[in-house]
């Protein structure tokens, strides 16, 4: 069983940058790939990143590719997705989400075991 808490959201202009955090409980946290949604008003949930179990492979979404960074830190069992250049169209509710499978980067929300209960991102222009 793992528990995530993020934390880190708020508002910030355009070109701006926030980290965001992700805290978990249990011994096992360094078993598990980790992942980033979002979910905007009116949409789907989306992918945003993953990192592998040793936090030496990362994946992307397109759209975030260049401005975003995930990394881990299993000593403290917390992941950090730092967001530079931040866009309007950032504005969402952000989840982190652990995948039992720590090898796999997946971009898929339903391949996730577990899930935090969010933290907003609001990016004015």
Sequence with gaps: QVQLVESGGGLVQAGGSLRLSCA?????????????????????????????????????????????????????????????????????VYYCAADGRGLTLSGLWHEYDYWGQGTQVTVSS
């Design 24 to 92: 978990a409980s249990g011994r096992t946290f360094s078993t598990y790939a980790m992942g980033w949604f979002r979910q905007a008003p009116g949409k789907e949930r989306e992918f945003v990143a993953a990192i592998n179990w040793s936090g030496a492979n990362t994946y992307y979404a397109d759209y975030v590719k260049g401005r975003f960074t995930l990394s881990r830190d299993n000593a403290k069992n917390t992941v950090y997705l730092q967001m530079n250049s931040l866009k309007p169209e950032d504005t969402a």
